[in-house]
């Protein structure tokens, strides 16, 4: 050469740009992080890229030779055939994935070559000069929503992880080099190229999700190391055993957040780079499969590792992980929220962890009238005594709040290890030696996430080390908040089910020696664990801010201190308390209704989230549905239990109609839609008691009763008034003695008594819906409802001296005729409801009709002036039974 070089390195290779549109936003994909076969981790950012072969690597080229540094040299393999396999064995993208889902921007393309330069030496190559022939070449990803390339981490942006090399057990491949690489989405410029300053320094982008830690990049090291066999077939999992046998928490890190996670110089970066010390956040990264077909389930030593392909296909690193790490940051920002707190729980952060303040672009906040809205209307007062209930904090009379450290460490513990067996491959197997734990036997797969992490702690517990540190106080703490409640909040915050189905096995639990602080540790977990949800942590907590009613969360956390009174009241008590306090919001100057209807009125109001007009509709009924509603509604579904209001409630088995709200709440802004709907109900329930007939006493229990089918169609529909409805009928199946469901079935599939597509012992009886917008009904009378005093025929013969509130129920015997419709709403009133015996005649009955508030407001003042003769009357036949 000109230079006198005695040799040259001439490298030809393609440089592939993948290009994708991330929330409407350019996207390219880099290499951020390598972990090779020695579990040694770089953090170096690259392209996929891939050296062309030369035809005759043998042979030495005269470096004048122009075919060297021409875009289409004869001297390798041909460019396009080498960015094909590029994203095969970088990527793990077959040709025909590539064909569909890839599209070449060939007026981006780009060819360059980059002459030899003297003393531009490379490391593994000293002396020696290299002269570069490079092809930049862009795909863009055709359709980012398409589920085909999810592998690529779309359409979120969310990282993924690829194997170079060959994974199988044969014992001569395992020498073959196999790099883990971790991929990541960055925005781009246009010209592909951009330095870190200008990234950070751009428009934020659109991805909210945290990179993993370099640390915790292992893991997926560990994985493949595993999977080549290498390890000892242990119970309860192989791959549990083997990545965190003589693992430890780092103690003193984990402290040390708890100390200062109110200190306004530990941000949140510190914080995220501290999660490292929970060895169990590593486990989250293997959710999916990194090579198909790894991993089967295998005997009683656990999963096993099996035969793989070639170089995995991409896997998403993965939604548990970031949704774990979203849990953390919630717990994080709501221990800050008289700080930066709430600016992070609503707006989430930028580039440098810095919470996003209110005041700033839209483009940072967006949607920034969700969030905004989220951020100035919430009751953040109530997101305080979360943390108070749950022993967190602890607020002085002055407002001086002090954090308890242990406390604080038991709920990061908690967060770090709850939902580890949502990954599949870590799911344990039964010991011989604890066969019957939950049911399972001995070597079953325990599939229950929530199951398999219970059995870890219980027996393998030194797996889990960020458990096992834990103190036995704090240790039984997490084991309560994996107990099997049985508790559905939105059953409880809607009314949607009998105390029975929703706090028995609550109450029992508390009983069992669990403190009032455990629940509250319960719930908090339950709202940051929900916090994290979307899988966005730098987003803020975007499940509630941008995706979950305002006010339904309100009143998830304005009804959670009702539970704790669990230990000192009995269900039905704590219900009825609830259902008072409820209808006290809803209707600030009316007192919460008293009559043998209140349970219903209270609970179809909490159901339809609306205001009391939806009594209103349920007071216009046919008294034939009035009645059945009034009467199905108040049962309690607990053994010798009843309402104060209702002293017959303790017969069952009572009724949760599951999707009852859903049913409701689709149909509560059309008057008569919302009626149509009340009455369906009802014959749900008439129809339901004819197939599970009442008890009178003893412990009935509860019936499920499944309308999905009717909330998801429009209710004239369901009544079958619009003409193109299918041909068939609506059915009630008893699937089992304690389940049932409505479905509609097609012509010539409904039958009465059994059903020929179900088992014998399954029941169906036919639904009547036609007559649910009818306005008027032959049994529409007053006498067809019946007085409250035939009532107590029904009960009269049941043992109440078990019940705490006796004479409060005598009270409710000795109502009158003329009050059991004291409590209805003013605009409800009719020519019954107005009767008031002989006390009203007919001028005042014309006047009351102008007036309905006032009406009501004297018949609320005659409510309180007969209860105040009946609490004499009561007081008088005591004293006369005394002596």
Known sequence: SEDSWPIVRVVRLVKI?????????????????????????????????????????????????????????????????????????????????????????????????????????????????????????????ADPEHPGVRRLGLPSGQEFATVAGTICNDAAVNSVDKVVHVWTWERSAQDGSMSAETRSSCAPSPIKRVPIHSVSGRAIYDFQRIHRGDCELKPPSVLLRALQEGRTTDWATVMRMSTNIRDPDYSLLSFYKDLSAFPELDLYLLDGDVVPGMWRRGDGAGSRPGAASSASSGRTIGDEYQRTVGAFFAIYWLLRLDSDGRNGFCFGVDERYRPIAPDEDEDRLYPAEKRLKFFRESKWDRFDALLVDAGLIVKSRSGKVTVDSNRVRTLLALTAVHDIMKVQALLPTVAPQHRGYHGYRSGDAIGDHDHALSYIMDHFPELLPSFNGLNKEEQRSVQFTQCELCFNHGWFVQAEAPPGAMLCTLKSVLMSGATAADLGLYFLHWFTDLAGAEATPLGGAEKFVLHFSHAVLSSFLWSIPFLGKLETMSETQVVEQYLKARWRVLAPDIPPPQDSTAIACMRIAVMAQSDLSVVEIFRGLPAKDRKCLAEELAYTGCKDQSYLSAPWSCAGPAFLIYYGPALLQKNVDSPRGFRAALRALAEVMRVSRLIWPLLRGGDAGVVTISVAELKTQPIDVVVGIVPDRPKGRWVLVRHNDREGAVEFHKEGQAQGGQFSGHAPSVRVEKLSFEHCFQEACVDDSPEAYGSFEDRTDDWRDLDVSKSPSVGERLECIMEKRFSRRVSQLPFAADEEDLGLDSTVNSSLLANIRQDPQEIWLLRCQNQALQEEIKQLKLRLEVERGAD
Not at 20 to 25: H, L, P, T
Not at 44 to 53: E, Q, T
Not at 55 to 81: F, Q
Not at 116 to 122: F, T
Request: hydrophobic content about 35%.
């Open 17 to 141: 740009w993948v290009r994708a549109d991330i929330f409407g936003v350019e996207h390219a994909l880099f290499s951020r992080m390598q972990i090779s076969p020695d579990g040694t981790v770089q953090e170096r950012r690259h392209l996929p890229l891939r050296r062309l072969a030369w035809r005759h690597p043998e042979r030495l080229y005269d470096l004048a030779d122009e075919n060297l540094r021409s875009e289409d040299s004869i001297y390798t393999e041909d460019w396009v055939k080498g960015c094909k396999r590029t994203l095969r064995d970088r990527l793990g993208l077959s040709l025909e994935w590539q064909e569909k889902h890839l599209e070449e921007d060939v007026h981006t393309n780009g060819f360059r070559s980059v002459e030899p330069r003297s003393g531009a030496y490379k490391r593994t190559y000293p002396g020696l000069v290299t002269l570069y022939a490079i092809h930049d070449v862009v795909f863009r990803v």
